[in-house]
Nanobody, 120 residues
Framework: QVQVVESGGGLVQAGDSLRLSCVAS????????MSWYRQTPGNKRELVST???????KYADSVKGRFTISRDNAKNSVYLQMNSLTPEDTAVYYC??????????????WGRGTQVTVSS
């Protein structure tokens, strides 16, 4: 069984920074895309950023220039550095990883989320 666990959320003020972390564990052979999503009450989960195994990145327009995604393949981890936070960034942030298990099957794996709250 594979899983991912997020950490690093919290309550900050507008203009502050936070760094989210996500680590994958279990019978993991490799990890393809690793992504961060976020969701607010009553809204659909939206993609914040993706980092492929080949190091290609994608960002939502609303976070470009403020958020940076990175990964450490040796640690099966992905990070999201969030700078210049605004109240509009308040959401539950979810980690997603496309994990290839030892059976060579790919698992679309989600964490339980970490709350980020930005006060004005």
């Amino acid at each position: 069984q594979v899983q991912v666990v997020e950490s690093g959320g919290g309550l900050v003020q507008a203009g502050d920074s936070l760094r989210l972390s996500c680590v994958a564990s279990g019978r993991t052979l490799s990890i393809n895309d690793m992504s961060w999503y976020r969701q607010t009450p009553g809204n659909k989960r939206e993609l914040v950023s993706t980092l492929t195994n080949g190091a290609a990145t994608k960002y939502a327009d609303s976070v470009k220039g403020r958020f940076t995604i990175s990964r450490d393949n040796a640690k099966n981890s992905v990070y999201l550095q969030m700078n210049s936070l605004t109240p509009e960034d308040t959401a539950v942030y979810y980690c997603n990883a496309m994990i290839v298990g030892v059976s060579l099957s790919e698992y679309d794996t989600w964490g339980r989320g970490t709350q980020v709250t930005v006060s004005s």
